[in-house]
């Protein structure tokens, strides 16, 4: 992951080179990990934090339940489960601290799926790991919510099939799974279509809005459709 962040790091600096960098390699599923991602990042920006994008994730789908192996469910709590839970750990605590009691809000947005609110059969078939993880964040960002109102908005996306490095294949191979089953463009989408949302909801524009799931799914959850292979 190292050198795909440097890779991302160096793409941005060339095109907006006056805004500071840092990245922080480690285990999202690592509560230490997770300490250390906030402690390096306040150490950078003279001790602020404002706002947090916990994006990370682990499909271990294409298997019925009764077939998912130890190894697969707990990548799922892991990474999917844990690691939330350990990023608003610190992220929290710090946000707080950094946009105090008046002024604006802080904000922390959760990468969920459309498959943690929808679950629509066949195509949601092999994905029981996976969905009942998303919805678990669904429900922790709800209280999180609440939690830390009016001080710290949170939210979760729920994006559908999205070309990104989840899975082993090119854009053109994301586009051939997505291309049945999200109607409204009938291709995956792009990651900077999820980018804008999210950097909406962390922004002050978004500042009514709290303990809600906006779906970027291209009409998923509300197509039927198969996935390559299902019948």
Not at 12 to 27: A, M, S, T, Y
Not at 134 to 147: H, P, W
Not at 172 to 179: L, P
Request: one cysteine or more; glycine letters at 12%.
């Amino acid at each position: 992951r190292q050198e795909a962040l440097d890779e991302l790091s160096n793409s941005i600096k060339e095109q907006f080179p006056h805004v500071k960098i840092l990245v922080v390699v480690g285990d999202a599923s690592s509560d230490q990990d997770n300490k250390r991602m906030v402690d390096e990042t306040l150490a950078a920006f003279d001790g602020q934090l404002h706002g947090i994008f916990i994006n990370a994730g682990f499909y271990g789908g294409g298997m019925p339940i009764h077939e998912t192996p130890d190894d697969v469910i707990d990548g799922v709590i892991n990474v999917n489960m844990k690691g939330v839970i350990y990023a608003m750990r610190y992220a929290i605590p710090a946000i707080k601290k950094t946009v105090g009691e008046e002024g604006p809000s802080g904000s922390i947005v959760v990468n969920s799926s459309c498959m943690g609110g929808t679950v629509i059969g066949p195509k949601s078939a092999g994905a029981s790991m996976y969905s009942a993880s998303k919805a678990f964040c669904n429900s922790l960002v709800e209280t999180a919510a609440i939690e830390n109102a009016p001080r710290i908005r949170v939210n979760t996306i729920m994006p559908g099939v999205v070309a990104t490095s989840l899975f082993p294949m090119d854009e053109a191979g994301y586009d051939g799974v997505a291309k049945n089953v999200q109607p409204l463009w009938g291709r995956a989408g792009r990651p900077v279509e999820i980018a804008s949302l999210v950097s909406y909801l962390l922004s002050d524009e978004a500042s009514f809005i709290s303990g809600t799931h906006i779906k970027a799914d291209g009409l998923w959850s509300m197509s039927g459709g198969f996935f390559p292979g299902q019948a």
